[in-house]
């Protein structure tokens, strides 16, 4: 497909549903060949439909990032430049909330489920990423976070402590690439009608929120050649 983006392929988690498959669908319209990783076949597989009814093109990757078998994710980077001879875009999109509970009250479960997607899948995509992003013409890594790293509230202490660690790795790793065509940045979409928000906020009428496609034309931007900012926390600003 031609656009601003034919020929490259991007990796993007959390494309099931929510901001990760808007995501996909608005990088496949803008040409990249999106490889599509979540938990659910199912949702993959209408995200897949949507990119194509968009002309553009995806490979499902079913894959669960906090599973037994994360330490798989090392061999994402390498798998794709094997697949496809490149890596230009990297999407963290996939973010897992846990239960909204007083710091004295957190689960090992929960804790272990929110490390797992939050902090290890990030640190492990950026070690297995790296290489191939750093080789591309213009490689663009991008993570989403939130606001609850920099505004703590009860009970939301560890969805914000394990993001802040996401954070502090994708700064830290910004720095180091600095010198190199790679831009790494975050972006916060804010309130958003995903699961997540139905789950923290059951009695929310999400129609009076930003959906998932209002945000991704503004994510998709920082997937972009041009994009000059690096380390830089965007956040979604509405209209």
């Known amino acids: 497909m031609a656009g601003p983006l034919a020929g490259q392929i ?4 959390g494309a099931s549903r929510g901001i990760g498959a808007a995501l996909a ?3 496949g ?11 659910t076949q199912g949702g993959l597989e209408e995200t897949d439909d949507a990119i194509r009814a968009a002309g553009g093109s995806a490979t499902l990757l079913p894959f669960d990032l906090a599973g037994k078998e994360a ?23 996939a973010g897992a909330l846990g239960s909204l509970t007083p710091i004295a009250h957190i689960q090992p479960r929960d804790w272990t489920q929110l490390i797992g997607v939050n902090v290890n899948a990030s640190w492990r995509l950026i070690r297995s990423c790296d290489p ?46 600095e010198a190199s065509p790679l831009r790494v940045n975050l972006f916060d979409p804010d309130i958003v009608a995903t699961k997540m928000r139905a789950t923290a906020m059951p009695g929310e009428d ?15 931007d920082l997937c972009m050649p041009g994009e000059t900012r690096n380390g830089a926390t965007v956040m979604f600003r509405p209209g």
């Open 29 to 39: 319209r803008r040409g990249a060949h999106c490889v599509l990783v979540a938990r």
């Open 132 to 177: 191939p992003l750093r080789a591309a013409p213009a490689g663009r890594a991008v993570f989403v976070t939130t606001g609850r790293v920099q505004r703590p509230k009860p009970y939301w202490g560890p969805y914000g402590a394990t993001k802040a660690a996401m954070e502090h790795l994708v700064r830290t790793w910004a720095m180091e690439v």
């Open 25 to 27: 669908i608005e990088l």
């Open 206 to 220: 999400p129609s009076t929120i930003a959906q998932p496609a209002d945000v991704a034309p503004g994510l998709a």
């Open 71 to 93: 330490d798989k994710i090392d061999s994402f980077g390498p798998s794709l430049v094997e697949r496809f001879g490149r890596l230009d875009i990297l999407a963290h999109v």
């Open 10 to 13: 991007a990796l993007v988690t």
